[in-house]
């Protein structure tokens, strides 16, 4: 993991508190957050280790990882954590600052089983996933 | 409105989820209380976002509440619980931040502005408080059906929007007595589903729906019962490729059937009729 306390590393951890409104520092890593993510098993790093990351300004580290777009957003880490941090707006705050790159993680070829899927699931994965 | 509740469908009810737009109808016209679909509404969204700066994706909840207000409504009633959540979510959002409602009215074409004064619920707290009246209207209880509810995520998180205790919720079993059916108690009822990654991730969902399915069937349980559009499609689709294939009802056909109203149940991917015949509440 890439340590990094330059100025462009600092202003991502800022951009994250900024876009979430969460403070990332509040977090004591005790690891709730993990443990209760139905997800893990899918995620390259736990929820957690994201937290460490960006305190660490490891943006470069953070974006290449899956961990921000295998969450769903379903508030089970956000409504266990013991220091009242709102993971699932941190989470939504990272997806956030490279959607608003210009880059989207979905295309309509993506997707699978067009026909059957309700309206809802491609409203709601078109909203987390492209800018 | 007294006679009945104001009520927004959102984009899913209409096709994918008639069912339960039909049997919710169905079961409130019953009690007495129908459901009236709103004069104009606008998707909801489907998710909510969730960064600090970002107004514009409120904008169409909120637009939703003004139409609330426009017809002289002070209550929303969803089925759908992402509508539930997303609505609910943006409209606490204004009433918590006066600023933010300063921003929306601004922008907004509406007149008058919005004034913040209406609630969103969702059919479960209605049919909750209407226990009573519900239990006098059961005909046929469906006493043989063993069923174990699921809650999923968006009637119960975040916290400040959740309809029941977030850990422990208990709608839905005092709801599935009150209509005779045997509650199985299933511990993964509060876990998420995969949710929107059914779109592109059917891996993940199906990982999900196994997990849930299986705890359920290993529990006793001969169907699940549940709310969401979203959860329905992916407990009942992605069971597929598990070796289970337990219906998955919304729960006001069950409370539909116990009341003697016939239901439709057309679009469902498990056939929940045999499971119906077999039990004798279907002919
Ligand atoms: S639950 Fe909260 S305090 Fe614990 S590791 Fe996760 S974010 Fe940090
Ligand atoms: S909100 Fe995201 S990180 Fe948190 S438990 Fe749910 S899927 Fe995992």
Redesign the interface.
Same mark, same amino acid.
Not at chain 1, 18 to 21: P, R
Not at chain 1, 72 to 76: I, L, R
Not at chain 1, 123 to 129: L, S
């Given at each position: 993991m890439k340590v990094d306390r330059s100025k462009k590393a600092m202003d991502f951890l800022d951009k994250v508190e +900024?876009? %979430?409104?969460e403070s990332v520092n509040a977090c004591i890593r005790c690891g709730t957050c993990s443990a209760g993510c *139905?997800?893990v +098993? $899918?995620m390259d790093v736990l929820p957690e280790r994201i937290f460490k990351r960006i305190v660490l300004g490891d943006k470069e580290g953070i974006l290449e990882k899956n961990t921000m777009w295998?969450c !769903?957003?379903?508030?089970?880490c %956000? &409504?266990r954590c013991p220091r009242d941090i $709102?993971i699932? @707006?941190i989470m939504? !705050?990272v997806r956030?600052i490279v959607l608003r790159h210009n880059i989207d993680m &979905?295309d309509v070829d $993506? &997707?699978?089983?067009m026909k +059957?899927? *309700?309206?809802?699931? &491609?409203?709601?994965?078109?909203? @987390? +996933?492209t800018g | 409105m007294e006679e009945g509740y104001l009520y927004y469908p959102g984009c899913t009810l209409k096709t994918k989820a008639s069912d339960y737009e039909e049997s919710a109808m169905a079961v409130m016209e019953a009690l007495g209380k129908p459901l009236v679909e709103m004069d104009d509404w606008y998707c909801c969204g489907a998710v909510q976002s969730l960064t600090e700066d970002d107004i514009m994706h409120q904008i169409a909840p909120i637009r939703t509440m003004c139409c609330a207000q426009e017809q002289g409504e002070k209550e929303v009633v969803t089925l759908c619980d992402m509508c539930y959540n997303v609505l609910k979510q943006a409209n606490e959002r204004m009433k918590e931040k006066p600023d933010d409602l300063e921003t929306m009215n601004e922008f907004l074409t509406e007149d008058p502005d919005y004034l913040g004064e209406v609630d969103v619920h969702h059919i479960f707290e209605i049919l909750r408080d209407m226990k009573d009246e519900i239990k006098k209207k059961v005909k046929k209880p469906i006493t043989d059906l063993k069923i174990a509810p699921y809650y999923g995520c968006m009637l119960l998180r975040p916290d400040h929007v959740a309809i029941d205790d977030t850990e422990d919720p208990h709608i839905m079993e005092g709801l599935l007595e009150a209509i005779g059916a045997e509650v199985i108690h299933n511990p993964k009822r509060t876990e998420c589903c995969g949710s929107y990654h059914t779109v592109n991730r059917s891996d993940i969902v199906e990982k999900r729906v196994e997990d849930i399915v299986s705890r359920a069937v290993k529990d006793g349980a001969d169907a699940i019962a549940l709310s969401c559009p979203l959860c329905q499609f992916n407990l009942d689709f992605h069971q597929r490729n598990t070796e289970y294939d337990i219906p998955v009802f919304y729960l006001t056909e069950l409370i539909a059937l116990a009341m003697g109203i016939e239901v439709g149940m057309e679009k469902h991917k498990i056939d929940p009729k045999s499971l119906l015949k077999d039990k004798k509440i279907l002919e």
């Open positions: +900024e876009l %979430s409104g *139905p997800f +098993e $899918d295998i !769903a957003a379903c508030f089970t %956000s &409504v $709102d699932a @707006k939504e !705050a956030q &979905v $993506d &997707v699978e089983n +059957e899927l *309700p309206q809802l699931a &491609v409203v709601g994965c078109f909203r @987390k +996933e | -």
